[in-house]
């Protein structure tokens, strides 16, 4: 594989792995609800500087990420592991079949309103750039091997950025043409994906470990002291 089919891999990859956790046409309707009686200039702004803070957000722990991995002693399967069972609760929770919204959720919301800017919290953090995203991305640094790398990844994530800043400036005709029962079914249909990635990541993460050389040593070791 020549190095810029490489940076390509790397690049769709990130756009592949983080668009359907991002789900921007979820998130289209609770944007156009936490900015309600805003003008069309105002929600362009919101939607504008929420997608740059999300790029900063995921860019700072991609590029933080093996420090922070080091300083709390985490390992890559570790880290899949984790950000795997974390992905699959999150997409459960997509596909889940209950309308009701908690009382929590409702006073988020509420809260939301009177908030004079929106687009760090709640827009930026965490409906765009929430725990699964930041898992998916540090989870990306281990596919990183030289700087160009990095880019990769980063380009993916501004076209990711791109995207959601394009469904959430069109999120109100969106809405209106696909209707609730499409929103729904789109909701339904990332939680699927992401749980997919979710289990891939802890099967990926398990396989890791299984066939770590320092584990087989020591149970080869073990076997032949018996």
Known sequence: MSHV?????????????????????????????????????????????????????????????TF???????????????????????????LSTLKTQTSETVEEHEAARKKVDISFS??????????GSIAV??????????WTDYFAIIAGIISVALITYVVLRLAGKLVHFIGPVGVNAMTKIMGFLIMCMGVQFVVNGVINIATDPELL????AALAAR
């Open 68 to 94: 922070i991995m080091n300083f709390f002693g985490i390992s890559i399967p570790g880290l899949r592991i984790a950000g795997g069972i974390l992905l699959t609760g999150i997409g459960m929770s997509m």
């Open 5 to 65: 089919t490489h940076l390509w891999v790397i690049y769709l990859g990130t756009l592949i792995g983080l668009l359907p956790i991002i789900n921007p046409l979820s998130a289209g309707p609770t944007f156009l609800a936490i900015t309600e009686g805003d003008s069309d200039e105002r929600r362009r702004e919101q939607a504008r500087n929420g997608c740059f803070y999300m790029v900063a957000i995921l860019v700072s722990f991609l590029i933080g990420g």
């Open 122 to 131: 709640p827009l930026a953090m965490p409906m765009l750039s929430g725990p």
């Open 137 to 146: 991305t540090l989870g990306f640094t281990s596919l990183a091997t030289d």
């Open 217 to 220: 040593g020591v149970i080869k």
